[in-house]
């Protein structure tokens, strides 16, 4: 099995994990909790229309903001006091990296990072692909921080070799204090504390609080059976 790090885009048929840890993939792991399906949308206006012709919740960002007459922002802490048959869900990055995967796409974050890698190890066939979702094509070190936390109950896996960007990711990993740390630190940390989400930052650095594992199919996402 050979095992991948790489930022925004997938080059994989295979199995895809994607990364948001700040905040799409936990969110939609949280909303998975409280709602069957979570369909997710690019724009605001398609996502106010699929929404209104569903009868379904509506959720999402824009520079980490609520969109006004949204039911909820990209919070998996608010989510949580929401639930319904179908969640709608526009954000600026997870949810656009989502489109165009060609593969098996599961949604990791910390807070399934064991169960997201179980479950890519028992589904892919020889490779393993995470995708830091990043920041308007950006690095940044809380996916590929997350991306290690992952790779951590991978390595367990006989047989698999390791790219060098998932090998450092796993390296700078090793640390819980200083992983934290850096979370904290990071700009879209700042970001969330300037709009007062300082707990979307807490919650989000939980580590394996959910053994579910979100699956996207055909447009939706629902809870790996
Ligand atoms: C996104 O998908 O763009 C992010 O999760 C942004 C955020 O909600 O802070």
Redesign the pocket.
Known sequence: MTVSLSLERSCSNDLVIMI?A???STTITSALQRFNTVIPVKSIENAVNIAGGLDARLAG?RE?AKIDGFDVG?SPVDILKFSGEVLVLT?????RVLEGMNAKVLIGSFTNAEAVAIKAIELADQHIELVM?GVKGRFVIEDFLSAGEILSHIIHLEDQEMDEMALAALMASLDKDMVDNAVKGSE?AAR?RGLGLEKDIEFSLQRDIYNTVPIYKNGVIKILK
């Open positions: 948001d700040l905040r799409a960002e980490g990209n954000t600026t990055n997870g949810t979702a879209s969330l």
